[in-house]
């Protein structure tokens, strides 16, 4: 099984702010088949990025994605109050297909 | 618009079974994508059960798979979710998610809570 491990846990930013997160695989991934998710309280997760770097349909370009191997990374270049939510990655290249435990983006 | 929904009960007593539905509108069951369940414990993260495509083949959890069956009914457009033997653990919200497969869960249901208690 690929275990995946986001970092960190929680971040505490302000409107505005750029935010990268972090999310390593034991295992490389094949074919960057990682994927970024967003949910927020009482809603299902939401697909941002796929295959590393590929924006979802509708998603703002101020997401982004990249990557490969074992290494992840999400970037929000600039902060909006709707993307105050969590964010999972998920390895879609071998199964079981296995999330990251999460990384909590709040309001500072 | 491809739209999935969830059904079934909504609690389910130690040692039964958990049966879920998934109904799909605007796409096919029979596509060349895969359909998978995704399950959320309250405050807790997101985890994998298994997926099935229209053929029939599955991939499933190994943590679940002695405890799991998915199965798909292609002619009411929908597939299913089977968990026996359950504990307070698999006390979740229980999500139904389409499975593109170069993009990963591109479209899902609301969820499900389902309530394992006596």
């Known amino acids: 099984e690929n275990v995946l491990t986001q970092s960190p846990g929680t971040l505490s930013l302000s409107p505005g702010e750029r935010v990268t997160l972090s999310c390593r695989a034991s295992?490389?991934?094949?074919?960057?088949?990682l994927a970024w998710y967003q949910q927020k309280p009482g809603q299902a997760p939401r697909l941002l990025i796929y295959?590393?770097?590929s924006r979802a349909t509708g998603i703002p370009d101020r997401f982004s994605g990249s990557g490969s191997g074992t290494d992840f990374s999400l970037t929000i270049s600039r902060l909006e109050p709707e993307d105050f939510a969590v964010y999972y990655c998920?390895?879609?290249?071998?199964?079981?297909?296995?999330f990251g435990q999460g990384t909590k983006v709040e309001i500072k | 618009q491809v739209q999935l929904q969830e059904s079934g009960p909504g609690l389910v007593k130690p040692s039964g079974t958990l049966s879920l539905t998934c109904a799909v509108s605007?796409?096919?069951?029979?596509?060349?994508?895969?359909w998978s369940w995704v399950r959320q414990p309250p405050g807790k993260g997101l985890e994998w059960i298994g997926e099935?495509?229209?053929?029939?083949?599955?991939n499933y959890n190994p943590s679940l798979t002695s405890r799991v069956t998915i199965s798909v009914d292609q002619s009411k457009n929908q597939f299913s979710l089977k968990l026996t033997s359950v504990t307070a653990a698999d006390t979740a919200v229980y999500y139904c998610?389409?499975?593109?497969?170069?993009?990963?869960?591109?479209?899902w249901g609301h969820g499900t809570l389902v309530t394992v208690s006596s």
């Open positions: 998610a389409r499975d593109h497969s170069s993009s990963s869960l591109d479209y």
């Open positions: 605007g796409d096919s069951i029979s596509s060349t994508n895969w």
């Open positions: 099935i495509y229209h053929g029939g083949n599955t």
């Open positions: 295992q490389s991934v094949r074919s960057s088949y």
């Open positions: 295959g590393a770097s």
């Open positions: 998920q390895q879609y290249g071998s199964s079981p297909k296995t």
